[in-house]
């Protein structure tokens, strides 16, 4: 195989669900636009389906996600992005229960990478939280501060529970 090609052997189990997917694929008339005007800023764990826990579907909702669904730089530029261009009115960043981002801090996970793979990470900030209410917090208000963000966007910040599903809304 050449180096530049797409590894199919890899992919075969995603491919091959794409190709039932295609069969039933209804989203050819939706726009780019958030249709219910909201962004969530959430964590990569697969346990979290954004859009199910908000009781949306497919284009209501734009979705970001990082490991421990933490406002950085590039989530900031996005969200500027869908503010101004994408029908973007509320933000709920919404970090989880039993997150590993809440459990570490960046050393442990540099030191077990390391271990683990003999590879150094300690030039990456992880951006693990000691304190994950507090966290949220600081990133609620980051974003409401943010001078390139539409003054008019509402931001809010809740916790959701991966054991029950339910999304605590915490005061910012």
Do not use: W
């Amino acid at each position: 195989m050449s180096v530049n090609s797409f590894p199919h052997d890899s992919f075969k189990d995603a491919l091959e669900a794409n190709d039932e997917y295609i069969k039933s694929f209804k989203y050819s008339d939706l726009t780019g636009t958030a249709q219910r005007g909201l962004a969530i800023v959430t964590c990569m764990d697969s346990r979290i389906n954004p859009l199910s826990v908000v009781g949306m579907k497919s284009g209501d909702a734009k979705i970001l996600r990082n490991a421990g669904a933490r406002v950085t730089d590039d989530v900031l530029r996005t969200l500027v992005l869908a503010t101004y261009l994408l029908g973007v009115e509320r933000i709920l960043i919404m970090p989880h229960t039993n997150c590993r981002m809440a459990q570490v801090d960046d050393v442990e996970i540099h030191r077990e990478i390391d271990t683990k793979h003999g590879i150094d990470t300690s030039e990456i900030e992880f951006k693990t939280v000691p304190d994950q209410r507090q966290a949220l917090i600081e990133d609620v208000q980051k974003v409401r501060s943010y001078k390139l963000i539409n003054k008019d966007v509402v931001v809010g910040g809740a916790i959701y529970d991966v054991a029950t599903g339910k999304i605590t809304p915490v005061d910012c």
